[in-house]
C-alpha cells in the first residue's frame, strides 16, 4: 500500500515557476512509476509527466515539454513536479500517482496503470 501526499500548488502569475511535491509511504518506493496528472475545471484528468523508479526515464505530455521536469529522490520516497513558464491553460488540480510495474513510454501516459492516487493540489496561474 502506498499513500501520497501533494503539496506546493498555488496561485502564479503567467511566466512564474512553482514546484510541487509529492511525498509517498512505503519501503518500496523505487520501484514505483510514478505519475503526474492534472485536470482543469470542466475537463477531463490528463497525463502531465512520469518517471522511472530509478530516474532514468521520463516522458513528457507535449503540452509541458520544455517547460516542466519530473524528478524524484528516492531517499526520501518523493517525487517534484518544476513547473516553469506557467500559463493560464496550466490551471488545474494536480495529481501523483503510483504503480508497480514496469515502465514504458505508451503506457505511463494511462491512468488506469496506477494504483494509487494523491489528493491533488491545486495551481491557479493569473493572466
Known amino acids: 500500500q502506498v499513500q501520497l501526499v501533494e503539496s506546493g500548488g498555488g496561485l502564479v502569475q503567467t511566466g512564474g515557476s512553482l514546484r510541487l511535491s509529492c511525498a509517498a509511504s512505503?519501503?518500496?518506493?523505487?520501484?514505483?512509476?510514478l505519475g503526474w496528472f492534472r485536470q482543469a475545471p470542466g475537463k477531463e484528468r490528463v497525463f502531465v509527466a512520469a518517471i522511472s523508479g530509478r530516474g532514468s526515464r521520463t516522458y513528457y505530455a507535449d503540452s509541458v515539454k520544455g517547460r516542466f521536469t519530473i524528478s524524484r529522490d528516492n531517499a526520501n520516497n518523493t517525487v517534484y513536479l518544476q513547473m516553469n513558464s506557467l500559463k493560464p491553460e496550466d490551471t488545474a488540480v494536480y495529481y501523483c500517482?503510483?504503480?508497480?510495474?514496469?515502465?514504458?513510454?505508451?503506457?505511463?501516459?494511462?491512468?488506469?496503470?496506477?494504483?494509487?492516487w494523491g489528493q491533488g493540489t491545486q495551481v491557479t496561474v493569473s493572466a
Open positions: 512505503g519501503r518500496t518506493f523505487s520501484s514505483y512509476v
Open positions: 500517482a503510483a504503480e508497480g510495474g514496469a515502465y514504458d513510454d505508451y503506457t505511463v501516459r494511462l491512468q488506469s496503470r496506477y494504483d494509487y
